[in-house]
């Protein structure tokens, strides 16, 4: 009932509504613009791509994209390109002393998120071939773009409208983020999500094992949902104490309250970054390895997302990214710098770089478990395919019949963060005008 009232007073607020709205209406134009196909598109060979060999190179892409790669439409890039030039701006940060100097200068950031948006320009171009090259490689159909690469006009053509499609969705996204609730490009990547579950779903009810593929999918993401949950929610609290100052007769400060550390304080952000990362080496055969046998090897493993190697490489990436992004965001936090600059401390240690220190020595120790945490969720479809074979005996499950890619853990793992996120701020918003919120 809390729930159902806060939706309707968040309804009845004209500007909460009309940020509601808004939101609505710009996943609505991605959606539409998410079935435009590029110029050319032979719609024959992607429909055999989907049920065959290149299903899983697809269906990962499409994770980023909001489910544009089905349709190979202009928006098949997504926000891909834009992440990855996140990626590589965060990695050049560390290497680099002027980045991260222009950084922390005041609009530092908006100087990076520039210089982000200019890479993204390139990175858009480059996938653009290598998309299409490793989805040439998996036809079996003929070619999915005839002309591509032999055609100079076509070629050119289909790489501008496809980067142009990629700024199109970041400008989309940022529409939201500005002027709408929750994050822009999250909540693109989190519709097209939802918007693939009735297709997948459908296939999954078609095999033989329909009512066994129904009970493991409903048992499967309830309890990954429920897990989920319970770590996103786990923290550790760190107190702090606050000196008092005496001005005339009057007392300032003092009191004790507590720095909330996230088992998982990096939350969705490692999973895209593994998913854009993940598709690298697929992409790259497709482009400097074609038809040879380590591009083949690379294609098949990467490219359909299945086998021994693709899981552990995921996995790794996952945990690794998970360290990473953690480190970064305590670092530009300052909270030892900021807390001394308050007059507060934490009992035992010296404020300044001591506090820092240990801050960041109890991040990343909760962290593992964050990272575990992420990486064993991220590999759940592998697992599913083991856990089948001793429930049924199976050794031909494919992407289409595993319970666990209706929606991928990593998937759940978005939709969930994205609810939260966005159930968060739409809160925060009620809490404002006096008006209670969704959670307690």
């Not at 089948?388 to 998937?411: L, M, W």
Request: with cysteine; glycine share 10%.
């Amino acid at each position: 009932m809390q729930m159902l009232d806060a939706a309707r007073n968040a309804l009845r607020l004209p500007d909460l509504r009309r940020k509601l709205l808004y939101t609505l209406f710009i996943l609505l134009v991605y959606q539409f613009a998410a079935h435009i196909p590029v110029p050319g598109v032979n719609r024959a060979a992607l429909d055999s791509l989907l049920n065959g060999q290149g299903a899983g190179f697809i269906q990962i892409l499409n994770l980023l994209s909001g489910g544009a790669v089905s349709y190979f439409s202009v928006l098949a890039n997504g926000v891909y390109p834009y992440i990855t030039a996140q990626i590589i701006l965060q990695l050049l940060m560390g290497v680099i002393p002027q980045l991260e100097a222009i950084a922390r200068e005041p609009g530092g950031q908006d100087k990076i998120n520039q210089y982000t948006y200019y890479l993204a320009i390139p990175m858009g171009l480059l996938q653009s071939v290598g998309q299409i090259n490793i989805l040439q490689s998996f036809s079996t159909q003929g070619s999915i773009l005839p002309g591509f690469g032999s055609n100079t006009l076509l070629t050119i053509m289909v790489l501008c409208t496809m980067t142009a499609g990629t700024m199109f969705a970041i400008w989309l996204g940022n529409l939201i983020t500005e002027q709408g609730i929750g994050n822009g490009l999250s909540l693109i990547i989190f519709a097209g999500i939802v918007a693939q579950v009735p297709r997948s779903l459908g296939v999954l009810l078609q095999d033989e094992w329909a009512v066994f593929n129904l009970i493991a999918f409903i048992v499967l993401t309830f309890a990954t949902v429920v897990f989920i949950v319970f770590m996103e929610n786990g923290t550790r609290r760190i107190p702090v104490q606050y000196g008092k100052r005496v001005r005339g007769r009057k007392q300032y400060g003092g009191g004790s309250t507590h720095i909330p550390l996230r088992v998982n304080s990096a939350g969705m952000i490692p999973l895209i970054f593994a998913q854009a990362i993940v598709t690298f080496p697929a992409i790259l055969a497709g482009i400097f390895f074609p038809n040879t046998p380590f591009g083949t090897f690379l294609q098949n493993t990467f490219g359909t997302r299945q086998g021994f190697w693709f899981w552990v490489f995921e996995f790794i990436l996952v945990v690794a990214f998970t360290y990473f992004y953690t480190d970064v965001m305590i670092q530009n936090q300052k909270l030892g710098e900021n807390l001394q600059r308050q007059g507060g401390f934490i009992p035992g240690i010296r404020p300044g770089k001591r506090t820092q220190d240990y801050i960041t020595k109890v991040t990343r120790r909760i962290t593992s478990a964050g990272a575990l945490y992420l990486g064993l969720v991220t590999v759940l479809p592998g697992l599913a395919v083991i856990v089948d074979y001793i429930f049924t005996g199976r050794t031909d499950v494919t992407r289409a019949t595993n319970p666990a890619q209706v929606i991928s853990s990593a998937g759940l793992i978005i939709v969930v963060g994205v609810v939260v996120d966005t159930m968060r701020q739409l809160e925060a918003q009620l809490v404002m005008r006096n008006y209670e919120g969704f959670m307690r």
